[in-house]
Nanobody, 128 residues
Framework: QLQLAESGGGSVEAGGSLRLSCAVS????????MGWFRQVSGNEREGVAVMDIDGSTKYADSVKGRFTLSKDNAKNILYLEVNNLKPEDTAMYYC??????????????????????WGQGTQVTVSS
């Protein structure tokens, strides 16, 4: 069974940077989509950056130019570099994987319910 484990969150001042990591293990076939989502208590989980099985990445408009999604295939780690952080980026960040689909699109705007595997999350707090 696929397992996801996030790390790298923390508390930073506005303008700061972090690198979030998602260690992926236990899969027999690569998930169709993988990505990072974030959630503030009381709100729905929103897509931040996603990558399809071919490595193509898509970003939410709110993070374009500031966040970078990448994957180390040798280590099976999905990274999210978050730069120029803003207080509104404060949230719990989750790594998700969609292993049920074999076609279609991977966009951050697609519902998080399409993703059937999740990590435990890592908190990012940005102070002004």
């Amino acid at each position: 069974q696929l397992q996801l484990a996030e790390s790298g969150g923390g508390s930073v001042e506005a303008g700061g940077s972090l690198r979030l990591s998602c260690a992926v293990s236990g899969y027999t076939s690569r998930p169709y989509c993988m990505g990072w989502f974030r959630q503030v208590s009381g709100n729905e989980r929103e897509g931040v950056a996603v990558m399809d099985i071919d490595g193509s990445t898509k970003y939410a408009d709110s993070v374009k130019g500031r966040f970078t999604l990448s994957k180390d295939n040798a280590k099976n780690i999905l990274y999210l570099e978050v730069n120029n952080l803003k207080p509104e980026d404060t949230a719990m960040y989750y790594c998700g994987a969609d292993s049920t689909r074999s076609g279609g699109f991977c966009y951050p705007s697609l519902p998080s319910k399409l993703y059937n595997y999740w990590g435990q999350g890592t908190q990012v707090t940005v102070s002004s």
